[in-house]
């Protein structure tokens, strides 16, 4: 019998409803539970459903499992599955569909891991379950799937955050409170450069689908291929059927920063233009993105981004590309054109700079750079100063906001915003125009062309509603 006078179930109930009244602190927080440690007493810690559990599901999964009990494990390639099921103990429900995995009511949260074109149709089903989640990035597919996301976390208030863990990394921290208190002075232009990870790959020949992998599943919403394994795990981002490339993935999280030092964490860009380099050239059956871009996008408050490969941080991803395509002066001038600052065709970097009229600031995760850096320690900011809010452990501010009901660090209401600054890149090199966008209706001005790409066609019976 459980030395607790009510149910894990019924514990999470009250110290919700007892949070949102405001009458005390949360149970959670007080007496003997925290007198231990109440990450340990398994009897009213979380009920974790995992869902995606690859590589980097596998590596978040491992995080959440401090804070909660790993019940359920889903994923589409049944090793996955059963690695994570091992991990976490051995007896943790296996499942292959989500949806099966959404119908328990003993789960409290969901971890999801999946490609980038599962992410919004597995949030939507688990707010809608009653089920608060922890998603990776990119938040999203498509601009419509972030305004549908948006609209049903508002309706159901769950808690949900995105894995956009630079938040909650100090260096991050430290330039956007120099940036938002004038250290750099009044902020002009923000460089947010992202590795050059190669596509150069394919074609591929198609192979027989694996016993242990659902195919049909694992292409949801997207156009049905025949199987080769470059299309899953870690290179699914080079497919534009799945993701959006190095512009939507590392970018989600580069372009958070850049918003939220700029202030602009609920708009966005009133104008972008960009270009893309896509190294096999269309070839069927070869990664499809653009591994090499250049976008300018100009906001209302005046500050402008530059948003772009950094052409000589030369990396590869998931085993397969290994060329890079050498940068001739000819393809320099091609991808960033005459009025785009020296400095940048030569970046060998991959991070954040903010620029003003006195100085500059530059933060990657090494570590933040630049003058008003090195005077903080003499100059401290004063006590009134705007402040991130405090903290280090994305995952630890997670469960704190399940048990409060508090906001999480990194909300869908923002992250909506960030990835659709990527979207809006994506679009516009691929029609190869600038577009004019309007933050607040959200929608591209004069261009109903641009504007249908905001969506893309999904395949029976994967459609997203919300």
């Known amino acids: 019998m459980s030395k607790f006078p009510f149910t894990r179930r019924q514990f999470l109930q009250t110290t919700a409803s007892v949070v949102g009244g405001g009458a005390m602190a949360p149970y959670w927080l007080t007496g003997a539970v925290a007198k231990a440690d109440e990450t340990q007493v398994k009897s009213i810690r979380p009920h974790i ?20 009990e790993v019940v359920a494990v889903c994923d589409v390639d049944r090793t996955h599955a059963e690695r994570a099921r091992e991990k976490h103990g051995g007896k943790a429900t296996i499942y292959d569909d989500y949806r099966k995995l959404l119908e328990r009511k003993d789960i409290d949260v969901i971890i999801n891991a999946t490609p980038d074109h599962w992410h919004t149709a597995v949030n939507i ?3 809608k379950a009653g089920k608060d989640i922890y998603t990776e990035k990119p938040l999203t597919l498509t601009i419509d799937e972030g305004k549908l996301l948006s609209k049903v976390v508002k309706e159901t208030q769950r808690v949900v955050q995105v894995g956009t863990q630079q938040r909650s990394e100090r260096a991050f921290q430290t330039a956007v409170q120099l ?7 009044k902020l002009k232009q923000v460089w947010i450069a992202l590795p050059y990870y190669t596509t150069k790959a394919g074609p591929f020949a198609a ?4 016993s242990h992998l659902n195919w049909e599943l694992y292409q949801g919403q997207a156009p049905a291929h025949d199987y080769c394994h470059q299309r899953t795990h870690a290179n699914f981002r080079w497919w534009y059927e799945y993701a959006g490339g190095i512009i939507t993935d590392w970018g989600n999280h580069h372009m958070d920063i850049a918003h939220w030092g700029a202030d602009c964490e609920l708009t966005g860009p009133v104008s972008v233009e960009a270009r893309g380099m896509f190294p096999n050239g269309g070839a069927p059956n070869s990664f499809n993105t653009a591994d090499r871009f250049f976008s300018r996008m100009h906001y209302a408050n005046g500050v402008e981004m530059l948003y772009f490969s950094s052409v000589n941080d030369r990396q590869t991803y998931g085993g397969v590309a290994k060329t890079h395509d050498e940068m001739t002066p000819e393809k ?3 991808l960033f054109g005459d009025d785009c600052p020296e400095e940048i065709k030569s970046f060998d970097r991959n991070g954040i700079m903010f620029i003003g009229d006195k100085s500059r600031v530059f933060v990657n995760r090494g570590g933040a750079y630049g003058k008003p850096v090195e005077e903080l320690k003499d100059n401290p900011l ?18 704190d906001c399940v048990k409060t009901r508090q906001e999480p660090v990194s909300p869908v209401r923002i992250q909506h915003r960030t990835i659709t600054a990527c979207h809006l890149t994506n679009i516009s090199l691929r029609l190869d125009r600038k577009l004019v966008w309007h933050p607040g209706a959200q929608q591209m001005v004069g261009d109903s062309e641009a504007n249908a790409w905001q969506k893309r066609e999904q395949r ?3 459609q997203i509603r919300s």
């Open 49 to 68: 459903g995992a869902i995606g559990i690859g590589g980097r599901g596998s590596a978040v999964l491992a995080q959440a499992a401090k804070f909660g």
């Open 207 to 210: 192979e027989r689908v694996p």
């Open 382 to 399: 004063p006590a009134s100063a705007w402040r991130v809010p405090p903290g280090n452990d994305h995952m630890g501010n997670f469960f």
């Open 125 to 127: 089903a688990a707010c």
């Open 460 to 462: 029976s019976p994967y």
């Open 332 to 334: 320099i001038q091609r």
């Open 179 to 185: 940036v938002r208190n004038g250290r750099v002075g």
